[in-house]
């Protein structure tokens, strides 16, 4: 049973931080790209970080230099640390595994864990 699992979303003053954790197991994790999404109210769910297979890490432009992903595939989990946190970056944060080959199409997602900016 494939199963994606995230944590440790809650609310935080500006300027402070969070590490969200994506669990995940039913699936050979090495073999997917995991990515960090993010939904604000009123808002299309929008593609934050994403880590390949290769280990190469992209961020959009909107958290680049303050929110940095990993990923181990010993552990089967992903962590979004994030920095320096802004009432912009206040959304439901999902985990998203996806692997595309010629042959198929997998794409999980978690429930998403919420995270709150705010004095």
């Known amino acids: 049973q494939v199963q994606v699992v995230e944590s440790g979303g809650g609310l935080v003053r500006p300027g402070g931080f969070l590490r969200l954790s994506c669990a995940a197991s039913g699936f050979t994790f090495s073999k997917y790209d995991i990515s960090w999404y993010r939904q604000a109210p009123g808002k299309e769910r929008e593609l934050i970080a994403i880590?390949?297979?290769?280990?190469?890490?992209n961020y959009a432009e909107s958290v680049k230099g303050r929110f940095a992903m990993s990923r181990d595939n010993g552990k089967n989990t992903a962590i979004l640390q994030m920095n320096n946190l802004k009432p912009e970056d206040t959304a439901v944060y999902y985990c998203n595994a996806r692997l595309v080959t010629s042959v198929t199409k997998d794409d999980y997602w978690g429930q998403g864990t919420q995270v709150t900016v705010s004095s």
């Open positions: 880590t390949w297979t290769n280990w190469s890490t």
